[in-house]
């Protein structure tokens, strides 16, 4: 289920319906996912007390609610607090009543995860019994390590049910099986994997939920970036074999997930629509194809802001992928606003060459505009930096940086491509020659970003050793990597931390991001 931070009873309206849903199916157990009443994850919401006292209430009338499906076990997520303690819990709601109780054991620390700041662990397993077969509940994080399953085992279970908070990555869901193999199913427990979906700020969480038997064969598989709802028989403690999809190729897992991230991010914060500078390149024209799918056309504006730069096939490319897409397009020269710059500032500078402060008063124009569009008609601007251009710098400050949330900077400019091409595959909405002529900032005459930077197969291979596998240099060289361009690459993504701190949030698909992976101080004098 794709529940919403804080919405207690938004949520719990969609337990119940889920569970009407179940109970028509003849269900004896609903799996939700954790921390499903009140959202994941609620970070600093869980210091405050009356987010308990509101769950506590909200807990005990979903109890009520649930009582008209007669015998259905639903474990709902939620945080609690006893004995002064603050605990990850899932409790098991049947007839109105709470049956029991598990708190988390094993609290994740790391990556995007800071449980120990909110929770304390707890080692006391929960296991029920129906129609003859012993449900044993952990929670996420417990099944990533042995000790919570071996726990449940001894404690006499033989189906691990397991709510999860898991968010998406690239080739996450081969992990989870892995690690699920090695620690539930070794203990020769099946295990009910439900995971949550949805955007939440930077995170995506992905469903694909499943169901494992008690060897490590996978017997359901649920929707990738969509609610999903599915009965699962067992005989006994063993599983029955479901259909199995074909796994999603890894391009249209990403998109997918960028377009629940855009749609989540859009609509549970309440903005009406979105605008888009749309500069006839490839990441902008990316951006816009993504907000389309997630919200509509109606709901997306893209506007050109040429310069004396601009070239004349960004226009007509910007013309083509507008007509196709049926989006709201507006073009608003900033040759004016650039020329009163410069007179304003011809004293200043008198004597001095052109350089990139030039061609960052022409970033800052439009990131002027944009937001002066968004405050006057409460549309959010989406940006349309990657990956790769954030982590060197290449990007200005309130300029193309400015903006309310970051669409694709987690996506290397390399894996862009792969998404048009994957996005195109379906409809082809972004026009060929944008994918095919040399990527421009086009904020000097002929410029070509290959001016400043390494080719991206370059930078990118550089960047994901160094940054998302925390290789050092002398690994990097090794891996076949020119020693200069090595050292210029990682230089550049040290100086320019005091940028990223500043970019507005952004969709996380890899499994170290600029943001809440990525914790680097600005000022330091280390090198390697």
């Given at each position: 289920m794709n529940s919403v931070v804080g919405d207690l009873a938004g949520n719990a309206a969609q337990i119940v319906d889920y569970a009407r849903r179940a109970a028509e199916q003849g269900s004896d157990i609903l799996v939700t996912p954790e921390l499903s009443l009140v959202g994941y994850p609620p970070e600093d919401l869980l210091l405050r007390s009356a987010f308990y006292a509101k769950t506590e209430e909200s807990l005990s009338d979903l109890a009520i609610q649930l009582a008209q499906f007669k015998d259905l076990h639903v474990l709902v997520g939620h945080p609690a607090v006893k004995n002064e303690r603050r605990l990850n819990a899932a409790s098991l709601l049947v007839n109105g009543k709470v049956a029991g109780a598990y708190y988390k054991h094993d609290l994740p620390n790391d990556m995007v995860f800071d449980e120990k700041r909110y929770f304390s662990s707890s080692d006391i397993p929960l296991v029920f019994e129906v129609k003859g077969t012993k449900f044993g509940v952990n929670i996420c994080e417990d099944t990533w390590l042995p000790d919570a399953p071996r726990m449940a085992r001894q404690a006499g279970a033989q189906v691990l049910l397991v709510p999860n908070g898991s968010p998406f990555h690239m080739s996450k869901q081969h992990q989870r099986y892995d690690v699920m193999r090695a620690n539930v199913a070794s203990q020769g427990l099946s295990l009910v994997y439900a995971n949550l979906v949805g955007g939440q700020d930077e995170l995506i969480f992905d469903g694909n939920s499943f169901v494992m038997d008690q060897h490590g064969h996978v017997c359901l598989h649920m929707q990738h970036c969509q609610p999903d709802l599915q009965l699962i028989e067992f005989d006994g403690a063993t599983p029955k074999q479901m259909p199995i999809a074909v796994?999603?190729?890894?391009?249209?897992?990403?998109?997918?997930?960028?377009?629940?991230?855009?749609?989540?991010?859009?609509?549970?914060?309440?903005?009406?629509?979105?605008?888009?500078?749309?500069?006839?390149?490839?990441?902008?024209?990316?951006?816009?194809?993504?907000?389309?799918d997630a919200l509509g056309a109606d709901k997306v504006r893209a506007v050109m802001m040429p310069s004396p730069y601009t070239a004349d096939i960004s226009w007509l490319d910007s013309r083509d992928m507008v007509e196709r897409i049926k989006v709201r397009y507006d073009e608003i020269s900033i040759s004016d606003c650039f020329t009163a710059f410069r007179t304003t500032l011809k004293d200043e500078f008198a004597g001095l060459a052109e350089d990139t402060t030039e061609e960052n008063i022409q970033a800052r124009i439009r990131g002027t505009i944009l937001m002066a569009l968004s405050n006057k008609y409460g549309s959010i601007v989406l940006t349309t930096g990657n990956k790769s251009e954030m982590a060197v710098g290449y990007c200005t400050l309130y300029g193309d940086m400015a903006g309310g949330f970051a669409v694709i900077k987690d996506i290397a400019k390399t894996l862009v491509y792969r998404l048009c091409a994957y996005r195109n595959s379906l409809s082809e909405v972004i026009p060929e020659r944008i994918l095919t002529r040399p990527p421009s900032a086009e904020l000097r005459p002929d410029q070509k970003d290959q001016d400043s930077l390494p080719p991206y197969e370059i930078l990118d291979g550089i960047m994901q050793l160094y940054m998302e596998e925390n290789q050092g240099r002398a690994e990097i060289i090794a891996a076949g990597y020119a020693e200069a361009d090595v050292e210029r690459i990682t230089r550049l993504i040290k100086i320019n931390e005091y940028k990223r701190r500043q970019a507005p949030v952004g969709i996380r698909v890899t499994h170290r991001a600029f943001g809440r992976d990525w914790r680097y101080p600005i000022t330091s004098k280390f090198r390697d």
């Open positions: 796994p999603l190729a890894i391009e249209a897992q990403v998109y997918q997930a960028l377009v629940l991230g855009v749609r989540d991010y859009v609509g549970k914060n309440g903005f009406p629509s979105v605008v888009i500078g749309l500069s006839g390149g490839v990441d902008s024209a990316l951006t816009l194809a993504i907000a389309v």
